[in-house]
């Protein structure tokens, strides 16, 4: 595919009806959509099977706000019942999804979640967000819970580089350190991302920018992620801590630099907020974050609105009678 190729030229995947509506639905796969619905992450996935360099996981953190914290780990149960709460008071949300603070795939507690969700709100969208390194063999278990949005974290397909953002692995009950872990890890990402894409999940890719380290190697993915039919590729700056707490991190001129690079092969997300694993609201209205007078201002706001749009189509529907 050639370099200068603009980015609405891209032969771009092409979903039925029901996914485009989830598509537009969804304040991370649809730029417009982030000022109108919302999502709820479920913190029920603590456990994770990889340690990249940059990740700290912390529970019972309300000080931070950043991928892989939450204030709590829930049961299947109580995010259920959270969900039914955030629903009823902020009706925007419209996508339900499973961030961590570990990897999804990595506990069963996900599965069982999913259920329960799928169950009481068949219309919400399922969404889930993996390192991949289990896509292929919980592909099925995917799609039998309904999820129609999947992200998967791919920071390198070359496994020297991978094994400089990758302490290690763990899988199927063995540790791999180094190239080996990398290689298989970048394997399974591969082949379950497009087992993804032919089972008509609209899939995006997360890609952390590591200056140093990936930063050169990054347009090959987008190049990969194109042949994949991948919908959407989010690159995002990478939050220095763990052992990479002395790098630097890019400069918002380096990432927008990347992302024109990669642009002509695969739809670029500007608008992520990196959001906690149990952000709920709209992106970059993190009410997990909020204190209560605000949530109760917002959920007012949420009525007054409704009420708003009821009497408008009473109104319409007696000047049209």
Known sequence: MPEDNPI???????FEEGLLRKIAEHPCYDRKAQHKYGRIHLAVAPSCNIQCNFCVREFDCVNESRPGVTSKVLTPQEALEKTRQIITDYPF???VGIAGPGDPLANDETFETFELIKKEFPELTLCMSTNGLLLPEKLEDILRVGVSTLTVTINAIDPEIQAKIVDHIMYHGKIYR???GAEIQIKNQLEGVKAAVEADLVVKVNTVLI????DKHIIEIARKLYELRVYIM???PLINQGAFANLEPPTAEERKTIQQACEPYVLQ???CRQCRADAYGLLGQDMSQMSEERRKLIKIQTKEDIEKARTSLKENGKQNA
């Open 269 to 271: 997300m500007r608008h």
């Open 8 to 14: 609405n030229e891209i032969d771009s995947p092409k």
């Open 178 to 180: 180094g190239v080996e």
């Open 93 to 95: 949300i419209k996508v």
């Open 234 to 236: 989010n690159i995002m």
């Open 211 to 214: 200056p140093g380290i990936n």
